[in-house]
């Protein structure tokens, strides 16, 4: 088995600010993605990466960068947080892309 | 472009009731379809999966999925739901020569004493 854990659990930020959400895997796997996950929106992908160094957009990638330097970790910043804004990130993590692994989110709010 | 189409945010039944939860896909290639279930407050966890053979396929706690070609759809189905069935399922999917995996919204199903 493996884990999935993101850091921080909980993210108050400030309307402008760039916030930066961490993510690590010890599956080994090569695959691993961002999710958003707002109320009423289900998981809107934001990007992905099916290896190191490998950087691939996804439906929701405007206003977020992301970075895989290692295989094992992947993070995603906010470039510039939106007042009221609140959502759960969920980092995740596939050997195929068959079965995903998820985390247990980021929860982001904007004052 | 792949979409995933849950058409009911909602499902309401009693405990020991069966259940459908509907997912209708759109992809003209190959495809995975998956099936994922969040309990309030956690991640989520997979359910089953599907590519290809048998068209119903089965997956933990009782829970089993028919794909349609014909229908566009995998809908998951149980026989009798228990109150710890109460839960976000979503459906997925992944075509075959890419590793983008989208997710449908979601449907909430409440299973009543």
């Known amino acids: 088995g493996g884990i999935i854990t993101q850091t921080p659990k909980f993210l108050i930020g400030q309307e402008g600010q760039k916030l930066t959400l961490k993510c690590q895997q010890n599956?080994?796997?090569?695959?691993m993605y961002w999710y958003r996950q707002d109320s009423g929106k289900g998981l809107r992908l934001i990007y992905y990466s099916i290896t190191e160094n490998d950087l691939q957009k996804g439906d929701l990638s405007e206003g977020y960068d992301a970075s895989r330097e290692k295989k094992s970790s992947f993070s995603l910043t906010v470039t510039s947080a939106q007042k009221n804004e609140m959502a759960v990130f969920l980092c995740a993590s596939s050997r195929d892309s068959t079965e995903v692994f998820f985390g247990k989110g980021t929860r982001l709010t904007v004052v | 472009t792949q979409t995933v189409s849950q058409s009911d945010a909602h499902v309401t039944v009693f405990e020991g009731d069966s259940v459908e939860l509907r997912c209708n896909y759109s992809?003209?290639?190959?495809?995975?379809l998956s099936w994922y279930i969040q309990h309030h407050g956690r991640g989520l966890q997979f359910l089953l999966k599907?590519?290809?053979?048998?068209?119903v396929v089965q997956g933990v706690n009782g829970f089993e999925a028919e794909f349609s070609k014909s229908d566009s759809s995998f809908h998951l189905r149980k026989a009798s739901v228990h109150w710890s069935d109460s839960a976000v399922y979503f459906c997925a999917v992944m075509s075959t020569n890419a590793y983008k995996v989208i997710f449908g919204k979601g449907t909430h199903l409440h299973v009543l004493p």
């Open positions: 599956f080994n796997h090569d695959t």
């Open positions: 599907y590519y290809s053979g048998n068209p």
């Open positions: 992809y003209g290639g190959s495809i995975y």
